[in-house]
């Protein structure tokens, strides 16, 4: 069972917002930075967000994160069949179960 | 251009033992912090280990305590990950990965990964 809590799965049309939740706790998200990785089928894991709500170079607009509490959200707008792929938050943790912990991960489904 | 290459994985018997290799090209290997991250197939990401720059700091995941050793040489610009004592449950695809810091050592994110290498443990 991960650290992190994320719903197995969602999906969204072509052109909609869809938005994938993070739970963590007072030792994690509620104290550290929230991370998001894209992992398309048959490839690594690709940073996607960081700092909570930090684009790296190249990572489309479309992509945005948030963080409330000891939880966070990754929200994609303008979906595409492309953003179809596995999503993990990840968060440092200051217990000893740290320092890195991840989510199960979302699989996105674009219909 | 920034790569991670790693090596080493292959079938094992459970309670036998692996050493796994990265190969870090593109960067000055010896600023970063790295780890080594697994995946069990049709599963998520799971944190294994760290290692700081120096490898004066290093955190091991509980579920390999005391059975996995991380260790790295910058002259050669390589991670490694010895594995003993392993188990079914070790089964994975293991990546390594790079974890860089901002000016306040606060962390960045896993900003590079390899391709991973596979390690299968079964009788």
């Known amino acids: 069972q991960s650290v992190l809590t994320q719903p197995p799965s969602a999906s969204g049309t072509p052109g909609q917002r869809v938005t994938i939740s993070c739970s963590g706790s007072?030792?994690?998200?509620?104290?550290?930075?929230v991370y998001w990785y894209q992992q398309l089928p048959g490839t690594a894991p690709k940073l996607l967000i960081y700092?909570?709500?930090q684009r790296p170079s190249g990572v489309p607009e479309r992509f945005s994160g948030s963080k409330s509490g000891t939880s966070a959200s990754l929200a994609i707008s303008g979906l595409r069949s492309e953003d179809e792929a596995d999503y993990y938050c990840?968060?440092?943790?200051?217990?000893?179960?740290?320092?890195?912990?991840f989510g199960g991960g979302t699989k996105l489904t674009v219909l | 251009e920034e790569q991670l290459v790693e090596s080493g994985g292959g079938l094992v018997q459970p309670g036998g033992s692996l050493r796994l290799s990265c190969v870090a090209s593109?960067?000055?290997?010896?600023?970063?912090?790295m780890n080594w991250v697994r995946q069990a197939p049709g599963k998520g990401l799971e944190w294994v280990s760290y290692?700081?720059?120096?490898?004066?700091?290093?955190y091991y995941a509980d579920s390999v305590k005391g059975r996995f050793t991380i260790s790295r040489d910058n002259a050669k610009n390589s991670l490694y990950l010895q594995m003993n004592s392993l188990r079914a449950e070790d089964t994975a695809l293991y990546y390594c990965?790079?974890?860089?810091?901002?000016?306040?050592?606060?962390?960045?994110?896993?900003?590079?990964w390899g391709q991973g290498t596979l390690v299968t443990v079964s009788s």
């Open positions: 990840a968060a440092w943790d200051d217990s000893l179960s740290g320092p890195w912990v």
């Open positions: 290692i700081s720059s120096s490898s004066s700091t290093i």
């Open positions: 007072s030792s994690n998200i509620g104290s550290n930075y």
């Open positions: 593109g960067f000055t290997f010896s600023s970063y912090r």
């Open positions: 700092r909570n709500n």
């Open positions: 990965a790079r974890d860089p810091v901002r000016w306040d050592l606060s962390p960045m994110g896993f900003d590079y």
